[in-house]
């Protein structure tokens, strides 16, 4: 008999739909209904391709004794993080305040006024390494709620009153300037692990918004040491195992230092940032292997992630059937020497475990590798390697592939957007720019109201009852505004425009300048969420910054400036403290100070080759954050083509920062030094 989950729209929940469990979803209902029966409410948050999630789910939920105790005791809500991203976020920084981390699948103990008083992770079904099992955790706070219920009561207020006073220390509203990003740049600099690439210690994730900054600081500046950084990273990570060899696109993080071993998870937007950042590596050295990666990862997106309405799926499993029922992570993905001899022959694959580093022992478990490029002298025939890899991909599409997350979740489709949209501007790939703008039609026709009011998530076409949060306004906007360069239309201007004017009305602090998560009209939970520091993507607060940044510059707008510097005060606050986890703020910043520059390309026609080339070589450009319109003198389209005249009846480029405007160029190379290009 299904449980309440049934209805739902988040792959995730549906995946506990036929527990043994009640589910609820997270509804007032559900807190009543808690009120009602006087007990706590037990809160589960995971999403749908997160391993431990599954490995809990089946050892806990799907177990009728522990179901039991569940429903005779508790309230059980069940919460999809990527649909519900305010949720996750209150409880987690209550989590990590109690126990110094955090994690999916996240278990927190609540009172019917959603106040939480006990947390944990993962508890596996008997005791292990320390841990209880979690029908001991069940047992003790039910006896708990028994039998010390005014303890508890005080623990929850406590901790309710704790969160509330956790005020975001903001600093001033003033940017950064050079001090603060060369602070940054050096705190990066102690921080990089140069015999790998990357930051920190194992486990190591892809640093997708600190490369960016980089690569601006280094267009901006010429700071070598910061493309360098960059560069090598890249580089590191595109030949380790967190890159996928055959089909494209990067697992989640890698568990080791090296990029070897990868939680296999695929994430729609690391592979949306990743993609953006070996693009934006290409526009600055011209890097073969920045081109190649680029490409991949957006074929990835398009091939494996695309919906059927034309938006992108959220993510892939890390788990997949090994062929004998069993769920196992990685399974699609790795290969033994002997699997390799089944597909290839003796020689060929003798050579394929030479080029992948596959080796008898294995790199992962059970004799396994995953397949990467190690460094070696050996000169390897590309025709031959290329059809090897073929025959590779063709063999491991017949396996049992990875469940897909098929929600579409506005934040990400508009990082994707900004991606596709770039990465067919610069590589000729019109079909990639195609794959964006059908993207952006869909969010458009789907999750957009009539007043501009955003929804998180759609699935199968039928948008989600979740309220869109300041991410989704920013990234969607951020995507909108890469469309409105690319295509030269400049609706999507407008609809970027419509977007930040709900960050300025329903997300911003009117006095200080600072950004909240939920708007002022959304629900409220026992903390409103405010967070500007990154993590697996840019924060809200700061793509926010970005995306007013670039909408003042297009249309001159003086409000939507002025909030994106306010906004960069925290950045000048944290980004010479924590670099690492600010990154996109940074990249912000560097884009402040280079004004950001305004480009208007006019010509007598879109398709008349001569402007064609000024329009690419705008795109082209790697001043940080500069806009590019383009169209007819007569055009209305863009604020930026107004007053523009042809020169001597051809096309022409004006280039604007700071309100100065250099005089218009009708030559691409003059225009390519101009953007630093």
């Known amino acids: 008999m299904p449980n309440r989950l049934a209805h739902e729209t988040s792959p995730y929940l549906l995946q506990h739909a036929d527990n043994p469990v009640d589910w609820w979803p997270w509804s007032q209902e559900a807190f009543e209904e808690a009120r009602r029966r006087q007990v706590p409410v037990l809160l589960s948050v995971g999403y749908s391709s997160c391993h431990w999630c599954h490995v809990m789910a089946h050892e806990s939920f799907e177990d009728p004794a522990t179901a039991d ?15 519900r991203p305010d949720v996750d976020a209150v409880y987690m920084e209550a989590v990590q305040a109690a126990t110094g981390q955090g994690g999916w699948p996240m278990t927190v103990f609540l009172t019917p006024d959603a106040e939480p008083f006990y947390f944990g992770t993962y508890f596996p079904p008997a005791p292990r390494h320390g841990m209880p099992s979690f029908r001991q955790v069940l047992q003790g706070v039910h006896q708990a709620w028994d039998e010390r ?8 207020g406590k901790i309710t009153r704790d969160l509330a006073g956790r005020e975001l220390s903001y600093g001033d509203d003033q940017v950064p300037g050079e001090q603060e990003l060369a602070q940054a740049l050096l705190g990066l600099t102690r921080e990089y692990d140069p015999q790998r690439g990357g930051f920190g210690g194992a486990p190591k994730f892809p640093p997708s918004m600190v490369l960016e900054f980089l690569l601006r600081h280094h267009a901006r500046t010429g700071a070598e040491g910061a493309l360098q950084m960059a560069a090598d990273t890249c580089e590191r990570m595109a030949r380790g195992g967190i890159y996928d060899q055959l089909g494209g696109g990067f697992a989640r993080y890698s568990v080791d230092r090296d990029w070897i071993v990868p939680h296999f998870e695929k994430m ?22 920045a081109r190649r990666v680029a490409l991949e990862t957006a074929d990835f997106m398009v091939r494996e992630l695309r919906t059927a309405e034309g938006g992108f799926a959220s993510a892939l499993d890390a788990d997949s059937d090994d062929g004998t029922g069993r769920h196992v992570e990685g399974a699609y993905y790795v290969w033994t020497p002997a699997q390799l001899r089944e597909v290839l022959g003796d020689d060929d694959a003798e050579l394929a475990a030479r080029y992948f ?22 000169v390897f025939d590309a025709g031959r390697i290329d059809g090897i890899r073929e025959r590779l ?25 900004a991606a596709l949209a770039e990465t067919g501007a610069y ?48 990234d969607v906007a951020e995507g909108f505004l890469a469309l409105a360069s690319v295509t030269g239309e400049g609706v999507w201007l407008e609809f970027a425009g419509l977007l930040l004017d709900h960050v300025l009305a329903r997300f911003t602090d009117s006095e200080s300048g600072a950004l909240y998560d939920t708007a002022s009209d959304a629900e409220r939970l026992i903390r409103r ?76 026609a879109l398709d008349d080759p001569a402007t064609t080339a000024l329009h690419r070589t705008a795109l082209l450009g790697s001043a940080p954050g500069a806009v590019v319109a383009v169209g007819t003198p007569e055009s209305d389209e863009f604020p930026l083509l107004a007053d523009r005249p042809l020169v001597r009846g051809g096309p022409a480029a004006y280039v604007c920062r700071n309100f100065t405007c250099d005089a218009p160029t009708t030559d691409p190379d003059r225009l390519r030094r101009a953007l630093g290009g």
């Open 69 to 83: 105790d569940m429903n005779a005791h508790f309230v059980s809500v069940k919460v999809d993080r990527e649909e």
């Open 149 to 156: 219920r005014g303890e508890v009561d005080e623990v929850a």
């Open 268 to 289: 729609l937007y690391d592979n949306a940032l990743l993609c953006r950042v070996y693009a934006h590596l290409w526009r600055a050295t011209g890097s073969g292997l």
């Open 357 to 378: 580093g596959v080796t008898v022992e294995g790199t992962f478990e059970e004799g396994a590798s995953v397949l990467q490029l190690p460094q070696q002298q050996e």
């Open 393 to 417: 991909l063709a063999a491991r599409s017949a396996r049992p592939a990875p469940g897909r997350d098929d929600k579409v979740v506005a934040a990400w489709n508009g990082l994707a957007i």
């Open 427 to 474: 590589f000729d790939r019109p079909d990639l720019t195609e794959a964006a703008v059908a993207a952006g039609d869909l969010l458009v026709r789907l999750h957009l109201d009539d007043g501009a009011r955003i929804a998180r998530t759609s699935k199968d076409g039928r948008a989600g009852a979740n309220a869109g949060v300041l991410e989704d306004y920013a």
């Open 529 to 604: 969420p405010q967070d500007p520091t990154d993590n697996a993507a840019p924060s809200g607060w700061t793509a926010a910054a970005g995306a007013l940044l670039g909408y003042a510059a297009h249309t001159g707008s003086e409000p939507h400036r002025t909030a994106a510097e306010r906004a960069l005060g925290v950045v000048k606050a944290l980004g010479p403290r924590v670099p690492r986890f600010i990154g996109w703020g940074l990249a912000v910043a560097e884009a402040v100070l280079d004004g950001p520059r305004e480009v208007a390309v006019v010509g007598p």
